[in-house]
């Protein structure tokens, strides 16, 4: 099947949280690829159309980046989402770190 992407996306592993009621629980989910408009959470597991409120960290900075987040498509053992809200600060945190990525790719 090919690849429709548009945005760059970068390839890493940091823990996601999930939140439901305004109450965060980190899972054994990680969040995997990761683009300006959406990632791929591994081990994540949720029908599509569900909106999610998710959070996770950037290799760089200790400051969650807080998103609700509509889940895209299931397979191989997890979730495509697209995120939703972004403020325009972590977008442009988020933006940077892909961009800076070494490995990042479209």
Known sequence: MA?????????FR???WRGEDGIFSRGNERL????????????????IGTNLNLRFKLLVGN???PCTAIARHTGG???GV?????SPDNLKR?????NASPSASV
């Open 63 to 65: 400051e969650f980046i």
């Open 94 to 98: 988020l933006a940077a770190f892909v």
């Open 32 to 47: 995997g690829d990761l683009s300006v408009d959406g990632a791929y959470i591994q081990g994540a597991g949720s029908s």
């Open 14 to 16: 940091t823990e996601v």
């Open 77 to 79: 053992g997890g979730l």
């Open 3 to 11: 690849e429709h992407r548009i945005h760059r996306r970068v390839s």
């Open 82 to 86: 697209e995120f939703l809200d972004l």
